[in-house]
């Protein structure tokens, strides 16, 4: 599917099917959800751009490559975002964060903001957003929408799962921003999960219900 890639690596393919089985614990989600963040992390900033500096080694003086710097942001779609967010703060210890708090309005189901906390320059980052499902993309799409209102041009999605509702939803309302997924599930059910799933990621991280 153009624009979305998803990351079969075999580690991931094992750490998601457990995060899949209802059996794992709390404690065993959350590990799990770290673990496989930072190999997700790890295709998601395959185009980070380098430069090179002039460094020492024991033997001798070289030109090595190294992160040029181009200011990253993370993201993250409150409350499970923080989930990936975690482990990706892991692999890029200096990148900035964002939140963005959304919920659902009863009556019109449009997603309204409550919360949103961002670095100022936007603009000349690469915002990587953070979301463990991409069900019906709303909440998805509403992010990248504030994002974009406060300036982002360069944005990723960065998801464990996807619909595919929700990938075709996405891909409308942003073409412009490549999704990095560990898998594209069967289909949404009437209630909105993606089947067959993991259940709801943010009760499963955080054992609530
Ligand atoms: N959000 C979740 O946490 N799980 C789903 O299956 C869909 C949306």
Do not use: W
Not at 36 to 41: C, E, F, K, M, Q
Not at 147 to 159: S, V
Not at 161 to 185: C, Q, S, W, Y
């Amino acid at each position: 599917m153009q624009g979305v890639t998803v990351v079969d690596h075999p580690l991931v393919q094992h750490k998601l099917t457990i995060l899949r089985n209802k059996e794992t614990s709390t404690a065993g989600f959350r590990r799990l959800l770290r673990e496989i963040s930072l190999l997700l992390g790890y295709e998601v900033t395959r185009e980070l751009e380098l430069t090179t500096t002039t460094i020492q080694t024991p033997l001798q003086e070289m030109q090595a490559p190294t992160l040029e710097g181009k200011k990253l942001v993370f993201a993250s779609v409150l409350r499970a975002g923080n989930g990936l967010l975690e482990g990706l703060l892991d692999l890029v210890p200096a990148a900035r964060v964002a939140h963005v708090g959304l919920y659902r309005d009863h009556d019109t189901l449009e997603a309204v903001e409550y919360f949103f906390k961002a670095p100022g320059d936007l603009a000349d980052r690469l915002v990587i957003v953070v979301d463990p499902m991409l069900a019906t993309a709303n909440s998805a799409i509403a992010a990248i929408d504030k994002l974009k209102e406060r300036g982002a041009t360069n944005l990723r999605f960065l998801c464990l799962l996807a619909a595919p509702e929700g990938v075709e939803r996405f891909r409308k309302a942003h073409p412009d921003v490549p999704i990095v997924t560990a898998a594209i599930d069967d289909h949404l059910n009437d209630k909105g999960y993606i089947v067959p799933g993991l259940g709801d990621a943010g009760d499963r991280m955080y054992g609530t219900k």
